[in-house]
């Protein structure tokens, strides 16, 4: 018989009017003159220790009958579950949120899961949205990450926002490279993800597609303004056959998209071309937004959870050459559908 124990979104709450209860399923109260204390001896002995002959066994002073009723409705409420195997994988554990979350929108939780922890990404600029992502994803459990940014970018006020704004440690040594920094902290955080950084030049060479390393996605988080590393990554996704997924914050607008499928949908490169495809953020860029270090937060949340549309299948994702656009301070939100060109300088080219 399984061990169990109470499921980690219960709550417990006595009140004069008895007790209420709380789990994912809803709210509901349980009235009695002995129900509170019935309660408060049964709840200490559902930490995952115990079987229900030996929680019975534990209460000899109630009927076997009675703890067998409770915890019947406890278990029909969704306020207790069984305890996970000591032999299952660690990480099986710390992820059981997002497995539950698989199970309730996929139609093959396992298989999804499987191949969130077999997929490797790369992450192409180190913006604070694109470094929230990064982390994002560790935590989801992904197999690799690959951190590629221009440069030697010192560490300043925006990039340690980025983990601050997270209760994350401080990110090391004054002047030392972002990406490098941002490696560091995730292999504190997510020590079973393997991560190592590059420089941009890296798109230049092959290294990054061996077998064995071959990412299974392409994240780019660099602005919409920085139009040579944005073609650089539209041609080394489309050269290399990656699924891409581009995304921008110009002030409070976030844009999320395209997701490019080399051959068949349009590409980053494509989506400059205003006079078929209007810019998506309207006017200059200007200063960042009063809540710049926030709205970083929720896009590099929204292209994390892009992302693991794309690694798992869990569902499909409706950005296949489209853009999501939507306004921050406002939340209010569109989609834009780009049109391919055929003489598009990366996904144009035999």
């Not at 220790?49 to 209460?59: F, G, M, P």
């Not at 999804?112 to 192409?124: D, E, G, S, T, W």
């Not at 064995?212 to 919409?224: C, K, Q, T, Y």
Request: aromatic share 4%; proline share 7%.
């Amino acid at each position: 018989m399984p061990r169990i124990r109470l499921s980690r979104s219960a709550s417990i709450t006595p009140t004069d009017a008895g007790v209420i209860l709380r789990s994912d399923l809803g709210t509901f109260q349980l009235t009695g003159a002995d129900v509170s204390a019935f309660l408060e001896r049964v709840a200490p002995l559902l930490d995952g220790s115990r079987d229900r002959e030996a929680i019975v066994e534990a209460l000899a002073d109630y009927s076997g009958h009675s703890v067998l009723a409770l915890l019947d409705l406890l278990a029909a409420r969704g306020l207790i579950e069984p305890a996970p195997d000591a032999a299952e994988p660690p990480d099986r554990e710390r992820l059981r949120g997002q497995l539950e979350f698989l199970r309730r929108w996929s139609s093959a939780p396992d298989e999804a899961a499987q191949r969130i922890a077999a997929a490797r990404v790369l992450v192409v600029g180190l913006e604070p949205w694109g470094a929230a992502a990064a982390l994002a994803l560790a935590a989801a459990g992904i197999s690799a990450l690959r951190l590629i940014d221009e440069g030697d970018v010192p560490v300043g006020p925006r990039d340690a926002a980025v983990v601050r704004a997270r209760g994350e440690a401080a990110l090391g040594a004054r002047g030392q490279a972002a990406r490098g920094a941002l490696a560091a902290l995730i292999r504190e955080r997510a020590p079973r993800c393997r991560v190592d950084e590059r420089p941009a030049a890296a798109l230049r060479s092959e290294d990054l597609l061996a077998p064995e390393d071959r990412p299974d996605l392409l994240v780019a988080a660099v602005r919409g303004d920085d139009a040579e590393l944005l073609e650089r990554v539209a041609r080394f996704g489309h050269r290399a056959r990656i699924v891409s997924l581009f995304s921008d914050l110009a002030g409070a607008t976030a844009v999320l998209g395209p997701l490019v499928f080399p051959g068949a949908t349009a590409c980053r490169v494509c989506a400059m071309a205003e006079a078929l495809n209007p810019p998506p953020a309207a006017g200059p860029r200007g200063e960042p937004a009063l809540q710049a270090g926030a709205m970083a937060q929720l896009l590099g949340q929204m292209v994390a959870m892009e992302a693991l549309k794309v690694l798992s299948g869990y569902t499909p994702s409706r950005l296949g050459g489209r853009l999501l656009i939507q306004d921050l301070s406002t939340f209010e939100t569109s989609h834009r559908t780009l049109v391919r060109l055929p003489w598009c300088r990366s996904c144009g080219e035999a």
